[in-house]
């Protein structure tokens, strides 16, 4: 994957989290119909906590990917190992292309000549 040192905006990327995991707030919608049902058993409030729990949620999983994403790019590199396999092909031991002698398979206008008969 290709490295950049580009990065998006927090606030935009935060949005796009919150559609992305809208589901979770049905329960902060359920409460606010409840409200206008039965208020006097649900306040308007609870669905406002609700929400607030679940942005603040979304803010704090942001954060935790982000510094382990910090955290992963900041682990230097393994150094190259030697290759010990003796069955393996080394980058520098690679034969060369074995030249095809079949006259059948090379693809000419011209018809493959034959090999000629020796008469008894």
């Given amino acids: 994957m290709r490295k950049t040192s580009r990065t998006g905006s927090f606030f935009l990327i935060l949005l796009f989290n919150i559609m992305l995991n809208f ?3 049905i329960p902060g919608w359920i409460l606010l119909v409840l409200h206008f049902i039965i208020p006097q058993y649900i306040k308007w409030w609870y669905c406002l906590v609700y929400f607030g729990a679940f942005l603040l949620y979304m803010i704090i999983w942001m954060l935790v990917l982000w510094g382990l994403g910090a955290w992963a790019n900041s682990v230097p590199p393994t ?12 980058t520098n ?3 060369p292309p074995i030249e095809n002698k079949n006259p059948y398979s090379v693809k000419t206008n011209e018809a493959p000549k034959l090999p000629e008969q020796k008469e008894n």
Avoid: A, D, G, M
Avoid at 79 to 90: A, L, T
């Fill in 79 to 90: 150094p190259p190992v030697k290759n010990k396999n003796p069955y393996s092909v080394q």
């Fill in 93 to 95: 031991e690679i034969p």
């Fill in 23 to 25: 589901r979770l707030t």
